[in-house]
T-cell receptor
Framework: DVKVTQSSRYLVKRTGEKVFLECVQD?????MFWYRQDPGLGLRLIYFSYDVKMKEKGDIPEGYSVSREKKERFSLILESASTNQTSMYLC?????????????FGQGTRLTVV | KQEVTQIPAALSVPEGENLVLNCSFT??????LQWFRQDPGKGLTSLLLIQSSQREQTSGRLNASLDKSSGRSTLYIAASQPGDSATYLCAVNRNRDDKIIFGKGTRLHILP
């Protein structure tokens, strides 16, 4: 079974804190993604990475950065958390090889910024 | 810019009925299309992946079709059950190493 694991299920952080959300996949996938999901807005892409140390901005990168030092790990960083970053964060991975390019998701991290 | 639309936003049907969920996309130059299921407060579970060269995929009571030229996909659920209640999302990408773009989903409620 493909596993995409997010480090926390629930997080509560204070405004201004630096926040790290970690995501690890065990299927040697090249692509990894970070989305946030808000009611009425659907899933919005923050950043994605198609290889180690490579990253591309998604639709809403402001206030976020990412790190991919190893193939299996993709970290999302909130440089200075704000209340409007309260959301569900979802990590995903997919392969670029062959025909099997199915994307798999982690269980999500519900972040509350107070 | 690729846009993915799912209509209706919500749907309630009695148990046992067959139903169809719709997904449309504006740019037909897709690499693949994927259907997901999401239960409240949880992550997404992959249901079916259709490559751009394929017309349909089946898994159990689920059948997904793809008409690239018209920018449409449907997810057919046979003999619906209360356990099928969830939000169903479709998503497309342009290349295998490109971002995945989602619709906002259809919230399905199966009435016992």
């Amino acid at each position: 079974d493909v596993k995409v694991t997010q480090s926390s299920r629930y997080l509560v952080k204070r405004t201004g804190e630096k926040v790290f959300l970690e995501c690890v996949q065990d299927m040697d996938h090249e692509n990894m993604f970070w989305y946030r999901q808000d009611p009425g807005l659907g899933l919005r892409l923050i950043y994605f990475s198609y290889d180690v140390k490579m990253k591309e901005k998604g639709d809403i990168p402001e206030g976020y950065s990412v790190s991919r030092e190893k193939k299996e790990r993709f970290s999302l960083i909130l440089e200075s958390a704000s209340t409007n970053q309260t959301s569900m964060y979802l990590c995903a991975s997919s392969s670029t090889g062959g025909m099997d390019t199915e994307a798999f998701f982690g269980q999500g991290t519900r972040l509350t910024v107070v | 810019k690729q846009e993915v639309t799912q209509i209706p936003a919500a749907l309630s049907v009695p148990e046992g009925e067959n139903l169809v969920l719709n997904c449309s996309f504006t740019d037909s130059a897709i690499y693949n299309l994927q259907w997901f299921r999401q239960d409240p407060g949880k992550g997404l579970t992959s249901l079916l992946l259709i490559q751009s060269s394929q017309r349909e995929q089946t898994s159990g009571r689920l059948n997904a079709s793809l008409d690239k030229s018209s920018g449409r996909s449907t997810l057919y659920i046979a003999a619906s059950q209360p356990g099928d209640s969830a939000t169903y999302l479709c998503a497309v990408n342009r290349n295998r190493d490109d971002k995945i773009i989602f619709g906002k989903g259809t919230r399905l409620h199966i009435l016992p």
